[in-house]
């Protein structure tokens, strides 16, 4: 995933038009990169226990942060699984992919 990544990232520097599959990947990357930031987030906000939830923790407030932003269209369940049919080679096209 990575490797398309970067691949996609060079062609879009060439000023090249950059593939659906290349998109793919870039969304995808964005996608998991938000899940495991959220799982961090998780684990630091366990940790720390009442800390985390005082008024003004800055934990806390990544906390939230993280979490809503986790729930946007742009990087939700169903752009990763339409990501997955992309790489997969069932859609040739995805609007607003």
Same mark, same amino acid.
């Given at each position: 995933?990575?490797?398309?990544?970067?691949?996609?990232?060079?062609?879009?520097?060439?000023?090249?038009?950059?593939?659906?599959?290349? #998109?793919?990947?870039? #969304?995808?990357?964005?996608? $998991?990169?938000?899940?495991?930031?959220?799982?961090?987030?998780?684990?630091?906000?366990?940790?720390?226990?009442?800390?985390?939830?005082?008024?003004?923790?800055?934990? $806390?407030?990544?906390?939230?942060d993280?979490?809503?932003?986790s729930? $946007?269209?742009?990087?939700?369940?169903?752009?990763?699984?339409?990501?997955?049919?992309?790489?997969?080679?069932?859609?040739?096209?995805?609007?607003?992919?």
């Amino acid at each position: 995933m990575w490797d398309a990544f970067g691949a996609a990232l060079e062609t879009s520097r060439r000023g090249d038009e950059v593939t659906i599959g290349e #998109r793919a990947a870039m #969304r995808l990357a964005t996608c $998991h990169a938000t899940d495991v930031a959220r799982e961090v987030a998780d684990f630091a906000h366990d940790a720390a226990g009442t800390v985390a939830i005082r008024d003004g923790s800055p934990l $806390h407030r990544a906390f939230l942060d993280l979490h809503t932003g986790s729930l $946007h269209a742009f990087i939700n369940e169903r752009v990763t699984i339409d990501c997955a049919e992309v790489m997969l080679g069932l859609r040739a096209e995805v609007p607003g992919l």
